[in-house]
């Protein structure tokens, strides 16, 4: 490790460990270009011994996999050796690591958020189902990865833990969003991670869960104004279901309440220009949380902030 990424790590200013270094309590070595390197358990010594606590104190004896699992992130963004340090505690029965492992990568602001819920969560969620579906791994272990996912996003919640805390937009006032998956999706986790982004994002968000029907994003959409109604589709959504949900939402539209549309998943084989048009202010697939995120904040560069209906 460098001299930098020990700070980090222990939280102290770079020049501490230099110091700790010249003065011998804190090992060292000098690369062929006199740069200082530092090993990651003599790292995690000095810290004991200044009584610092650091993140990956929860995760011993496997603090070295952890922190190259982020670092691999941070530096590269390759999130395989996460994903198979995640299946392995999920296997293992160590889903409490499993979570803190994930909340710690969906946490670090060097790590950004959609990349983390389509390369982490939304990847090992898929491994999980491969595995699965491989007969390698019991359905119980799949609904306790689910599980514990669902209470991760949970907690990467802006203010999850003060729910009156808000993030208030330019003018004041916070754009609206409806969100919940397909009716007769009972797999929620996908608008779980787009309430959570849009949060983020500074949004107030009405999420209504699984398994949703069509008329009451419509009927929610008109009781709070909302700019923006969000459906999530899953593996087990068809084409068909999507071209029902833009004719059924049509007919329910109202000129007066205005919104956006979009609708997200991991459906195979669709792309936008399959699904049919409807009447609203803007309508979007989008099958990653990225470009879910792109599309949204384009919304807001277009919006008209005089009308509370609209994006802000």
Not at 28 to 34: C, K, P, Y
Not at 103 to 114: H, L, M, N, T, Y
Not at 133 to 160: C, D, F, I, K, Y
Request: net charge negative; with cysteine; aromatic share 8%.
């Amino acid at each position: 490790m460098t001299s930098s990424r020990v700070a980090e790590l222990l939280n102290v200013h770079p020049s501490t460990v230099k110091r700790w270094c010249d003065e011998g309590s804190l090992a060292s070595e000098r690369t062929q270009g006199g740069h200082r390197r530092i090993k990651l358990n003599d790292a995690l010594n000095a810290a004991k011994e200044h009584d610092i606590a650091t993140f990956l104190d929860v995760f011993h004896p496997w603090e070295g996999n952890v922190w190259l699992a982020v670092s691999e992130i941070e530096e590269g963004g390759s999130y395989r050796r996460l994903l198979n340090l995640a299946l392995g505690w999920l296997t293992q029965g160590k889903t409490d690591l499993l979570g803190r492992l994930l909340f710690e990568a969906g946490v670090r602001p060097s790590i950004p958020f959609p990349e983390f819920l389509d390369e982490g969560i939304r990847a090992f969620m898929s491994l999980v189902g491969e595995e699965w579906q491989g007969g390698r791994l019991p359905v119980g272990e799949e609904h306790m990865a689910s599980q514990m996912v669902l209470e991760v996003l949970l907690r990467l919640r802006t203010g999850w833990d003060s729910p009156l805390s808000t993030i208030p937009s330019e003018n004041g006032t916070r754009p609206v969003a409806v969100v919940g998956a397909m009716e007769g999706d009972h797999h929620d986790l996908g608008a779980q991670s787009i309430r959570v982004l849009l949060e983020r994002e500074g949004w107030k968000v009405y999420y209504l869960g699984a398994d949703v029907p069509l008329e009451d994003f419509a009927e929610i959409q008109r009781a709070h104004g909302a700019s923006l109604v969000c459906i999530s589709l899953s593996r087990e959504n068809r084409l068909p279901d999507v071209q029902r949900a833009v004719r059924v939402l049509g007919e329910f539209y109202r000129p007066g309440y205005p919104y956006a549309l979009g609708l997200g998943g991991g459906l195979r084989d669709t792309s936008e220009e399959m699904i049919p048009e409807g009447p609203f202010e803007a309508q979007s697939f989008s099958q990653s949380a990225q470009d879910f995120l792109t599309w949204v904040r384009t919304l807001s560069e277009n919006g008209n902030p005089q009308d509370p209906r609209r994006v802000a």
